[in-house]
């Protein structure tokens, strides 16, 4: 079951500190695009490019940590050694997947920051047509599912959104405990790629498969607590 986030769920919080007025940033007024100035909106791509790049390089160290951490436990002495190495793996990995959530908000945030510049432009562009005057009336949230549904294929299309006007959309980086059978599905990929340790390519593949087995449990256990919320 995935329940999906909208644009607006993403972005309303930039946005508010975007508005300077109060009674705008809180709710209790209509917000409208001319209340965020360009600059402004030019500012806070610039903070959420410089923030996303940050974070992927964040997510590149944790997964050379990942590698050598799986490298460490193929070659463990013993069992109660690669149980330990299992744990900081695993530790590694939950951090690393807080972070794809983070980079997926940064993504999202931005992708809203680029369409409200675009708006604005269209904006200006037509400012003596009606195109012009609606997005000015358009309520912001109400603008930002506009918006929205202006993307094709991950890109802004002045033109869809000037169709749409013409015809009048990981939660939380909280985590569950540790489970053992976790640990044990990370010792059980070291036990099988100790014979592949002297081959990096078979290395690789095994350390490919430990990734995708931790993704998938990652994700079967993000649905379970999506139903249980649902």
């Given at each position: 079951?995935?329940?999906?986030?909208?644009?607006?769920?993403?972005?309303?919080?930039?946005?508010?500190?975007?508005?300077?007025?109060?009674?705008?940033a809180e709710g209790s007024k209509p917000a409208r695009l001319e209340d965020i100035k360009m600059?402004?909106?030019?500012?806070?791509?610039?903070?959420?490019?410089?923030?996303?790049?940050?974070?992927?390089?964040?997510?590149?160290?944790?997964?050379?940590?990942?590698?050598?951490?799986?490298?460490?436990?193929?070659?463990?002495?013993?069992?109660?050694?690669?149980?330990?190495?299992?744990?900081?793996?695993?530790?590694?990995?939950?951090?690393?997947?807080?972070?794809?959530?983070?980079?997926?908000?940064?993504?999202?945030?931005?992708?809203?920051?680029?369409?409200?510049?675009?708006?604005?432009?269209?904006?200006?562009i037509q400012k003596e047509s009606g195109i012009g005057a609606m997005l000015q009336d358009f309520?912001?949230?109400?603008?930002?599912?506009?918006?929205?549904?202006?993307?094709?294929?991950?890109?802004?299309?002045?033109?869809?959104?000037?169709?749409?006007?013409?015809?009048?959309d990981r939660q939380g980086l909280e985590r569950g405990r540790v489970e053992d059978e976790d640990?044990?599905?990370?010792?059980?990929?070291?036990?099988?790629?100790?014979?592949?340790?002297?081959?990096?390519?078979?290395?690789?593949?095994?350390?490919?498969?430990?990734?995708?087995?931790?993704?998938?449990?990652?994700?079967?256990?993000?649905?379970?607590?999506?139903?249980?919320?649902?």
């Amino acid at each position: 079951m995935d329940i999906k986030k909208t644009l607006w769920d993403y972005g309303k919080n930039v946005l508010r500190e975007l508005l300077k007025e109060p009674a705008k940033a809180e709710g209790s007024k209509p917000a409208r695009l001319e209340d965020i100035k360009m600059d402004d909106l030019k500012r806070e791509k610039v903070r959420l490019d410089l923030e996303e790049r940050k974070t992927l390089n964040e997510v590149r160290e944790l997964e050379a940590q990942k590698r050598k951490l799986f490298d460490q436990g193929v070659k463990a002495a013993g069992t109660r050694e690669a149980k330990i190495i299992a744990r900081k793996l695993k530790e590694v990995d939950g951090h690393a997947g807080n972070l794809d959530i983070l980079l997926d908000s940064l993504s999202q945030q931005t992708r809203l920051i680029n369409g409200l510049i675009q708006a604005k432009e269209l904006g200006r562009i037509q400012k003596e047509s009606g195109i012009g005057a609606m997005l000015q009336d358009f309520d912001l949230q109400d603008l930002v599912i506009f918006i929205d549904n202006a993307f094709i294929d991950g890109e802004f299309s002045q033109e869809k959104m000037q169709e749409m006007l013409g015809v009048l959309d990981r939660q939380g980086l909280e985590r569950g405990r540790v489970e053992d059978e976790d640990i044990n599905v990370i010792m059980r990929q070291f036990e099988a790629a100790r014979e592949a340790q002297d081959d990096p390519e078979a290395m690789d593949v095994e350390f490919q498969k430990l990734n995708e087995t931790m993704e998938s449990k990652r994700t079967d256990k993000e649905d379970l607590e999506l139903e249980d919320e649902s």
